[in-house]
């Protein structure tokens, strides 16, 4: 089979491309900048570049693609929200998204799936409440930007293309993402929790993360969006002891809100903003998770 990836490079989108490989498929990943082709287990990868502002040549990978992986998108936390951050934020995600929805329907043959990206911001902070699937989306930047996010991949199921779309929660890796920035301070003996420490946090380890974001492609009826997270979400002192315990350190340090706010600006949403989303859909369909605990994925991250 033949996967078309956008940010295949990053933390999950390169998990995801030595996942399939491994599985002999051959993966394009569509880039900014040329890059060599690779043997990478038994598939092999090839990158293409393209302009996410529009169509090129790159188009005509779509025509012979089985599954399309969209996880395009300017990092949330790069640097405080201005409205033209926000602009790039935006962009990044909403309209790459719709550019491969445009070239899907240019083109005279089209995937059987459109795997894409979104979040669980999308439910904006919702303290403890439990929220799964069939929650409504809720208020904020983040939750307004997943609305769109969502909406453009949603477009391609008109044209007769299984639309699933991951939200996903806190990824939890040694080598990347939210866990490598948080561990820093733990391992200066300054580690503690942000904010109130109540804020619920939705996180999921990268091997299922990976498991998860490909699970629609063996199961044919999957499709809509669906939540990318443990079925045990901790709140944030929770998952900071844990943190300290698997790393052998004291937990004892707290950033109060306001300093957040005042460094991050509305930005700080993201840190202090909780929700309590279960994955109700994908232990509905049989999925299993491998970390459920915290305290067993974290060991295992770090004992690995």
Known sequence: MKYLITGGTGLLGGAVVRSLCAEECDVVILSRAARPDVRLGAGRVRHVVWDARGPGAWCDEMRSSDCVINFAGKSILSSRWTQSVKR?????????TAVLVQAMRAS????????????VGVYGDRGDTVVTEHTPPGRGFLAGL??????????????????????????LDRDGGALQKMAIPFRL????SLGSGRQMMPWIHLDDLVRAVLFPLGHET???PY???????VTMKEFCAALGAALHRPCWATV????????????????????????????????QFHHENIHDALHSIYTT
Do not use: Y
Not at 88 to 96: C, F, G, N, P, W
Not at 108 to 119: G, N
């Open 108 to 119: 005279d043959t089209r995937p059987r799936v459109f795997i894409s990206a979104s979040a």
């Open 189 to 192: 003996m300054a580690g503690g």
């Open 227 to 233: 939540n990318c997270t443990a079925p045990h979400p």
């Open 222 to 224: 999957f499709a809509g």
């Open 146 to 171: 997943a609305v769109q996010w969502e909406a453009a991949a949603a477009a391609a199921a008109e044209l007769g293309v299984r639309v699933a779309v991951p939200r996903i929660g806190i990824v």
């Open 256 to 287: 109060p809100s306001f300093v957040l706010k005042t460094v991050l600006g509305e930005a700080s949403e993201m840190l202090l903003a909780g929700q309590n989303a279960l994955p109700e859909k994908l232990r509905t369909a049989g999925f």
């Open 88 to 96: 790039e934020l935006t962009s990044s995600r909403v309209d790459a």
